[in-house]
């Protein structure tokens, strides 16, 4: 990832830039680098806001060849990398995640992650937009995040150098993007229990686009990338995406 890579000072959403740049025939791996985003999502049509010049932001296009319906695999694949990625910066502490991506150091957000797809024309392969949100050197968050987010430099300590940091993440994601594709969930599902930061702890759910919520044990994840929780009453459901809030 990364060998094709365009860098902007400010564009309104990497995502966006790299749908575009897919569309018109961008190769597998491509990537768009931002220093701002002036309208930057994140999942569930929320936005993405980070300061400028000290963040990683950028986005890389996929050309998956698994099926749609295991897509979901590809969000968790993306979170082991950043986790794998950013602990090397982070020494002694390690990298837990909240399913199905957000990237937790000490409990807090550092980074969110939003895979988007489309079918790109002429033909109808799917093409899917990775676009990754690192925190790194940042120290001051909105009010509304002050409780919830962190970035590498509140977690470790001390300032981050953001090439090197770019670098291992294109790697990790690139080495766990191959072998989720090539060896389907079994590649990933070890590393992703590991640092599960909800397994076996209780979680509520509430269902995209409902009021619905749903409750039980973490179990781990399906061969589809869908996390598995089991009810009280001992049923198993599986959960395809979720707004997940940890209940303490
Ligand atoms: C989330 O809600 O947790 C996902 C946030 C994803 C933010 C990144 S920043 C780079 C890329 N471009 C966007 O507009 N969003 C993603």
């Not at 602990?87 to 000490?106: G, I, Q, R, T, Y």
């Not at 409990?107 to 992650?113: F, M, N, S």
């Not at 489309?118 to 392969?125: K, Q, V």
């Not at 179990?219 to 929780?229: D, H, M, P, V």
Request: net charge positive; proline share 6%.
């Amino acid at each position: 990832f990364g060998r094709s890579m365009r860098g902007f000072e400010t564009v309104g959403s990497t995502n966006e830039r790299a749908a575009q740049w897919a569309a018109a025939g961008a190769p597998e791996g491509a990537t768009v680098l931002t220093e701002y985003q002036t309208t930057g999502r994140g999942r569930h049509g929320r936005d993405w806001t980070a300061d400028k010049g000290r963040n990683l932001l950028f986005s890389v296009v996929l050309r998956p060849t698994l099926p749609p319906d295991r897509f979901g695999l590809l969000t968790v694949a993306a979170g082991v990398a950043v986790a794998e990625a950013i602990e090397d910066f982070v020494s002694p502490h390690s990298a837990a995640l909240k399913w199905p991506n957000d990237v937790l150091l000490e409990g807090r957000k550092a980074c969110g992650i939003l895979l988007e797809s489309s079918l790109a024309p002429p033909n109808t392969d799917a093409v899917v937009v990775l676009g990754v949100g690192l925190n790194v050197n940042q120290t001051d968050f909105p009010d509304a995040l002050a409780d919830t987010a962190t970035s590498l430099r509140l977690a470790s300590g001390r300032p981050v150098p953001r090439p090197p940091l770019l670098a291992r993440l294109l790697r990790a994601l690139e080495r766990r993007y191959d072998a989720v594709q090539h060896n389907g969930a079994g590649s990933v599902r070890g590393a992703f229990r590991e640092r599960l930061a909800a397994l076996g702890s209780s979680l509520s759910l509430r269902l995209p686009g409902t009021d619905e919520t749903l409750s039980g044990t973490v179990q781990g994840i399906t061969e589809t990338g869908a996390l598995r929780l089991r009810t009280a009453d001992g049923v198993e459901k599986t959960v395809h995406a979720g707004e997940v809030t940890t209940r303490r």
